[in-house]
């Protein structure tokens, strides 16, 4: 008989079981469920609610369900729908009548949303810690080319010359954006709501604050209703997940491109890559291109969890089963992904000599030749009037603007003279640069430094 089923006359069709149990999936959450099971035991003892006797035997109790459960001796019953009923299940039959009132002053609406930020906390810092790993080896990484001069983009054409540790560093600043967002999310999730009952709190007199405190949350939700129907948290760390995801694909999306032989800038080390089944030469992205098609997958979680809440009414609905599935495949499809992505860039070679002969076509020091006809006096609209006849003329006739003679110059403009050629070469083009947020190896040597001070900042 269900622990429920008191007002029932006949048992639930095998189907039903089925369909309504969540066993499944969030089994996983039994290492929460059982420890604020135990807290919550621990108050009604201390608060006189259950006998102080009674309180000890059910922790003691759930203490050796959880090393049955972790030692792999215990099988999960789905007729017993969730988690939650499932340790209680196991806790009446090994105590008898003691176990029933482990479930005193609580309801599995309460429960089950202390349990899923219980397990959101502990995934969030697991989360943080993948990013700071990758965030160490991009950094790291970035220190090594300072001085390894590629082409920047725009549009996907060939702009201005910048430096890898330049581009490395954008990336940098996403995946710092990233962790913080982790951990405001945590801030939000650091909410105890168990307390709140079904959706009206209890007459019990119930110590909210030591539960929490034993939890480790640091305050306790201020309204019932939202305490046992608020999913926001969920849909901020999927949200979240789905930002860092979006900057992982893009990131992959370039490695994809550097990679192919049309770009050669950099070999994806063997271990991160694939073969062809029919073509011996080819050399296969697999893992860049898994992770950008993956992005996709969390989207879904995110659009599905949203699609969920936004038509329900206050207070618990059994729709809120459906955030589990999106949390979970969210948080597994981040936690594949961030490792294989580091240990991907970590190992990448680096073709310095292909980034720097890209970097020189292509016109990327035209906007330099502008500025430096600015210095000489012109108005920019006229410099850049005068670099864009000088680049017709080098398309036209197969040359760069490294390569004209002053001759060639000054019949464009005669406002040129021989310092044009060292204003104009792509090492000049970088280092020039040396505004914050520049290019340039001492501006770039500058992040670096904030970047390991960051990193050193975090837990």
Known sequence: MKLWGGRFTKSTDSFTDHFHSSISFDSRMYHEDITGSMAHAAMLGRQGIIPRQDADLIIKTLQE???????????FDEKAEDIHMNVESILIGRIGDVGKRLHTGRSRNDQVALDTRMYTKKEIKEIQGLVKEMLTVINTLAEKHTETILPGYTHLQRAQPV????????????FQRDYNRLTDCWKRTDVMPLGSGALATTTYPLDREFVAKELGFGTITQNSMDGVS??????????????????????????????????????????YS??????????????????????????????GLLTTMKGLPLAYNKDMQEDKEALFGAIDTIKMCVPVFTNMLATVTVREKNMLEAAKGGFTNA???????????????????????????????????????????????????????GAISVKQCVEARKIIGG?????????????????????
């Open 65 to 75: 369900i959880l090393r049955d459960i972790e030692k792999g001796e215990i099988t």
């Open 274 to 303: 694939t073969g062809s089944s029919i073509m011996p030469q080819k050399k296969n992205p697999d893992m860049a291109e898994l992770i950008r098609g993956k992005t996709g997958r969390v989207y879904g979680h995110l659009m």
């Open 163 to 174: 430096t890898f540790a330049h581009h490395l560093l954008a990336y940098m600043e996403m």
């Open 230 to 271: 608020d999913r926001d948290f969920c849909i901020e760390l999927v949200c979240d997940l789905s930002i860092l995801m979006m900057h992982l694909s893009r990131f992959c999306e370039e490695i994809i491109l550097w990679s192919s032989h049309e770009f050669r800038f950099i070999e994806l080390d063997d271990a």
């Open 367 to 421: 906007t330099d030749a502008a500025d430096w006809l600015v210095k000489q006096g012109l108005p920019f609209r006229d410099a850049h009037e005068i670099i864009g006849k000088l680049v017709l003329y080098c398309i036209q006739n197969n040359t760069n603007l490294d390569d004209l003679s002053l001759e060639e110059y000054k019949a464009i403009s005669p406002v040129f003279n021989e310092s044009v050629y």
């Open 439 to 459: 290019p340039a190896k001492e501006a770039t040597q500058k992040a670096i430094e904030a970047n390991k001070a960051f990193i050193a900042s975090l837990q």
